[in-house]
């Protein structure tokens, strides 16, 4: 499998030439199972693979889409890379080296270079405290700009994302979803850092909210040269943000490929079974042919053997049945599936 | 075709510790026997609360200040509590957004579903427990009989969205209310269930209300479409009017910003509608979109007329109607 064409697909650290310049962030092998715990001594008695190992690479200023469905391990990557989460198994190398080697000076540099947006607008800011200081605690906890100066610097983040300079005084609540979400937006931007991961940035807002905010992430992309991470389930939103797409299946991923590649001819079964199950905004396609799954996903902490998808599979055979697909292709799009469409 | 169930100047005002707050105004639509009727808008348009007083579910701070709910001729909104106990869940039935909420986690779901079908059908114990599996069958559940004594908390989202579907269909409703139906499940079990719900309603001759804020499963589903605004119903039209020709600002903005799967050209942006909806919207006069509208002028500051502008195909915005006033002295 370590060939010249995966490594196009997924730039693994393995399989990278010498002189190659390393991808921004870089994910071998990533493994994280929580314990479930059973029984008196309250003792582990199985895991649950949330996400069981996952290689991926994300380039310089790219946008990276990570889609799948609930409990397929998407967030619980970008909670790794941001540090939320302790990976179990495998590395993160951000520019290049592994983070579980850093310093404690060192690893709190990275992570102002790694930031997070969340998805619920809500409950992810302090509702006891204003904007301007919401705005002003990391620049404050990484001594980023000089105390005199942060008012100033807040008001330089609120122009950035689109709220006006008096919302400094004001509360969460005073705000509506859309506008918390620049919010939450403009202290993940506070710090400069290199790679956001967007967890679901639009779902809980409103259609023509989304299309604002998707819009601003776009822009500050452009603006600031940022490397996006962006994970969600929202197809439409993914297709437009992201230059590369991630599928992601049962904790594992099932196909890398560029976003147009990806969406015009999906390989893997699921990739093509997702994008048919979502609803097309034209009543003229409502009859289309497509592949309609039966039953839900199974749970990560019993995944089929074989190939995690033959259970739902239309077209498993007795071999999806017994052996693990690997990730292969060509020209950048790989999927892990025996008989890629 | 006589309709089955007719809202009229419907007007729905809530009690609040900061007074009266009008949620719902002048909401009108008719529903015919087995269609699908989808009722669209953003978070706070008013569409939950047009489901929920047909359905006389609204707390006590609510009030219906005018209009009727005519349902095979009578009006829901005189009956008494009585008598509207004998048509909800009978005739008219609804499912909701959150199946796990909507489903009591005491109780097995033999035991929820069993309830509904004595309660509405005048079955025995032994008769109900059948129809019950019947219909968990219907749904495609797999092992309907030891599903009868599961709790809710065993099954999945998907699962517990079926299992409300079976309880909503076992009395062969004439309407069906669904509410934000896949909302909260992935799409691929979205499909599934927006397919089943579908084809069972086919089955039994049931009409759908179906209230949604995602235009791709209007266009999946629906036959016509409602869409809302602020608590108005501001542009009616068949499903392939509505995304062929649609007439308000609103409904273009809505249809215009969704992002579409057939990719974007490099520098393409999404339209966006600018602003949000205003707050306390019944007290603004004019049109309540003027304020997000970029073709706002001068008239839009006395409320436009909800007009026809072809057969079946309404809206509320002096533009459409002067198009439409146009397209007339042509002819």
Request: aromatic share 6%; glycine share 6%.
């Given at each position: 499998?370590?060939?010249?064409?995966?490594?196009?697909?997924?730039?693994?650290?393995?399989?990278?030439?010498?002189?190659?310049?390393?991808?921004?962030?870089?994910?071998?092998?990533?493994?994280?199972?929580?314990?479930?715990?059973?029984?008196?001594?309250?003792?582990?008695?199985?895991?649950?693979?949330?996400?069981?190992?996952?290689?991926?690479?994300?380039?310089?200023?790219e946008a990276l889409g990570l889609v799948g469905e609930s409990g397929c391990g998407k967030s619980t990557i970008g909670r790794a890379i941001v540090g939320l989460e302790k990976p179990t198994g495998g590395r993160i190398l951000f520019e290049g080296e592994d983070m579980?080697?850093?310093?404690?000076?060192?690893?709190?540099?990275?992570?102002?270079?790694?930031?997070?947006?969340?998805?619920?607008?809500?409950?992810?800011?302090?509702?006891r405290m204003t904007v301007g200081s919401l705005l002003a605690e990391p620049l404050r906890v990484h001594g980023i700009v000089p105390k005199p100066d942060a008012a100033r610097e807040v008001d330089r983040l609120l122009d950035i994302v689109g709220l006006p300079r008096n919302s400094q005084d004001r509360y969460p609540h005073e705000f509506s979803g859309g506008q918390r979400q620049r919010i939450g937006i403009a202290r993940a931007l506070a710090l400069k850092p290199k790679l956001i991961v967007c967890d679901e940035p639009v779902s809980a807002l409103d259609v023509s909210i989304q299309a604002q905010v998707l819009n601003l992430l776009k822009d500050l992309q452009q603006e600031f040269d940022l490397t996006y991470l962006f994970i969600a389930h929202g197809l439409g939103a993914v297709r437009y943000?992201?230059?590369?797409?991630?599928?992601?299946?049962?904790?594992?991923?099932?196909e890398v490929g560029p976003a147009k590649e990806l969406f015009l001819r999906p390989k893997h079964p699921y990739t093509k079974a997702l994008?048919?199950?979502?609803?097309?905004?034209?009543?003229?396609?409502?009859?289309?042919?497509?592949?309609?799954?039966?039953?839900?996903?199974?749970?990560?902490?019993?995944?089929?053997?074989?190939?995690?998808?033959?259970?739902?599979?239309?077209?498993?055979?007795?071999?999806?049945?017994?052996?693990?697909?690997?990730?292969?292709?060509?020209?950048?799009?790989?999927?892990?599936?025996?008989?890629?469409? | 075709m006589t309709s089955l169930l007719d809202v009229s100047h419907l007007r729905m005002a809530f009690d609040t510790d900061r007074g009266k707050v009008v949620s719902v105004e002048d909401v009108s639509f008719s529903l015919r026997p087995g269609e699908t009727l989808a009722i669209v808008g953003e978070s706070g348009c008013g569409k939950s609360v047009t489901a929920?007083?047909?359905?006389?579910?609204l707390g006590k701070n609510s009030r219906c200040e005018g209009g009727e709910i005519q349902f095979e001729g009578t009006d829901l909104m005189s009956l008494s509590d009585a008598d509207m106990r004998e048509i909800r869940g009978n005739r008219i039935s609804m499912i909701f957004q959150e199946p796990m909420t909507s489903l009591n986690p005491v109780f097995t779901?033999?035991?929820?579903?069993?309830?509904?079908?004595?309660?509405?059908?005048?079955q025995n114990k032994k008769q109900a427990r059948?129809?019950?599996?019947?219909?968990?069958?219907?749904?495609?559940?797999?092992?309907?009989?030891?599903?009868?004594?599961?709790?809710?908390?065993?099954?999945?989202?998907?699962?517990?969205?079926?299992?409300?579907?079976?309880?909503?269909?076992?009395?062969?409703?004439?309407?069906?209310?669904?509410?934000?139906?896949?909302t909260a499940l992935d799409v691929t079990v979205q499909?599934?269930?927006?397919?089943?719900?579908?084809?069972?309603?086919?089955?039994?001759?049931?009409?759908?209300?179906?209230?949604?804020?995602?235009?791709?499963?209007?266009?999946?589903?629906?036959?016509?479409?409602?869409?809302?605004?602020?608590?108005?119903?501001?542009?009616?039209?068949?499903?392939?009017?509505?995304?062929?020709?649609?007439?308000?600002?609103?409904?273009?903005?809505?249809?215009?910003?969704?992002?579409?799967?057939?990719?974007?050209?490099?520098?393409?942006?999404?339209?966006?509608?600018?602003?949000?909806?205003?707050?306390?919207?019944?007290?603004?006069?004019?049109?309540?979109?003027?304020?997000?509208?970029?073709?706002?002028?001068?008239?839009?500051?006395?409320?436009?007329?909800?007009?026809?502008?072809?057969?079946?195909?309404?809206?509320?915005?002096?533009?459409?109607?002067?198009?439409?006033?146009?397209?007339?002295?042509?002819?």
């Open positions: 499998m370590r060939n010249s064409e995966l490594k196009d697909a997924v730039g693994s650290a393995s399989v990278r030439s010498a002189g190659e310049a390393a991808p921004l962030l870089e994910l071998d092998a990533l493994q994280k199972h929580y314990p479930v715990r059973r029984g008196l001594l309250n003792r582990p008695q199985s895991s649950v693979r949330a996400v069981d190992g996952v290689s991926l690479a994300v380039r310089q200023g579980a080697g850093y310093s404690e000076a060192k690893l709190r540099n990275a992570r102002t270079k790694l930031q997070m947006v969340f998805q619920d607008p809500y409950s992810s800011l302090n509702p943000i992201s230059d590369r797409i991630a599928v992601m299946y049962l904790g594992k991923l099932v994008l048919d199950a979502y609803p097309v905004p034209n009543p003229q396609l409502r009859n289309r042919e497509r592949i309609m799954l039966q039953g839900d996903a199974p749970s990560p902490a019993d995944p089929p053997r074989g190939c995690r998808f033959h259970t739902r599979c239309p077209l498993a055979t007795p071999q999806c049945r017994e052996s693990e697909p690997e990730l292969k292709g060509d020209g950048g799009h790989a999927a892990a599936c025996f008989f890629p469409l | 929920l007083s047909i359905m006389r579910l779901i033999g035991y929820q579903l069993t309830e509904t079908i004595r309660l509405h059908l005048n059948a129809s019950a599996i019947e219909m968990l069958r219907k749904v495609g559940l797999p092992r309907p009989e030891a599903i009868m004594g599961e709790y809710p908390f065993a099954l999945s989202g998907g699962m517990r969205q079926r299992v409300m579907i079976a309880m909503a269909l076992a009395c062969q409703p004439k309407v069906l209310i669904a509410d934000e139906p896949t499909a599934q269930i927006m397919s089943l719900m579908k084809g069972l309603c086919e089955e039994s001759g049931t009409a759908i209300i179906l209230i949604t804020h995602d235009l791709g499963v209007v266009a999946e589903m629906a036959d016509r479409v409602i869409v809302m605004y602020a608590g108005q119903v501001v542009e009616e039209a068949d499903v392939f009017q509505l995304f062929e020709n649609p007439q308000h600002p609103y409904t273009q903005g809505l249809l215009q910003s969704i992002p579409h799967l057939d990719g974007f050209e490099e520098e393409e942006r999404l339209v966006s509608i600018p602003g949000s909806v205003p707050a306390r919207y019944s007290q603004a006069e004019g049109c309540r979109f003027a304020n997000r509208c970029s073709l706002a002028s001068e008239r839009c500051r006395t409320q436009p007329p909800y007009a026809y502008v072809e057969e079946g195909h309404a809206a509320r915005c002096w533009e459409a109607e002067a198009a439409s006033e146009e397209e007339e002295a042509y002819a």
